[in-house]
């Protein structure tokens, strides 16, 4: 099946300090999403990404969608306590059918 | 804000019993999906659900998993003869559109899980 690989595998940082994370993938894919999961819920969407290149904000969080389709960064400036969780990559399929194929993931915690 | 409810929040077993999970999408939303994640791995797709029937499926979804929608509210996932393996948190999702039509448009909303403990 579709791998993603996400890299780091986790990230112990300082509050206040930019995070940056990275998915890719051995496949071209059209659509590009990241997602948040907090401890102990589902996960939630954080930003989509359409077409190569694109460059997408969301408040302290902005995602580009690589321009080979084959990869995605996240990027996080000035993180704060509530950052903390998973987050995972996701990809739609190409072939029409009707399911997110989700990345490894990259657990995030906050060093106080 | 609407969102998806799923019951039980936690659920233990012993191997072999039938299992149901419960699952109230939110209301003008006409997909729905189960996925679920193992502890400690990422999440992964177990089936999609539109117009009454199943959409896709994937390899995990064998025989011993079904789907039903009951009501015009509830979307349940049975596992008929649980195995320690079925061990796992599972999500359900809606969408108010689907995945295939072309370019992404349905964004998945998740319920905070059923977690399923088989002994």
């Known amino acids: 099946g579709q791998q993603l690989n996400q890299s780091p595998q986790s990230m112990f940082i300082q509050e206040g300090e930019d995070v940056s994370m990275n998915c890719t993938s051995s496949s071209i894919f059209n659509t590009w999403l990241w997602y948040k999961q907090d401890p102990g819920e589902g996960p939630v969407l954080l930003i989509a990404l359409y077409k190569a290149g694109e460059l997408t904000s969301n408040g302290r969080l902005t995602a580009q969608f690589g321009i080979t389709r084959k990869d995605s960064f996240l990027n996080i400036s000035a993180s704060i306590p509530s950052d903390v969780g998973i987050y995972f990559c996701a990809v739609d399929s190409n072939f029409g059918n009707e399911k997110l194929t989700f990345g490894t993931g990259t657990r995030l915690t906050i060093i106080p | ?119």
């Open chain 2, 1 to 119: 804000e609407p969102e998806v409810t799923q019951t039980p929040s936690h659920q233990v077993t012993q191997m072999g019993q039938e299992v149901i999970l419960r699952c109230v999408p939110i209301s003008n939303h006409l997909y729905f999906y189960w996925y679920r994640q193992i502890l400690g791995q990422k999440v992964e797709f177990l089936v999609s659900f539109y117009n009454n029937e199943i959409s896709e499926k994937s390899e995990i979804f064998d025989d011993q998993f079904s789907v039903e929608r009951p009501d015009g509210s509830n979307f349940t996932l049975k596992i008929r003869s649980t195995k320690l393996e079925d061990s796992a948190m599972y999500f359900c999702a809606s969408s108010e559109a689907g995945l295939a039509g072309g370019q992404y448009t349905g964004e998945l909303f998740f319920g905070e899980g059923s977690r399923l403990t088989v002994l």
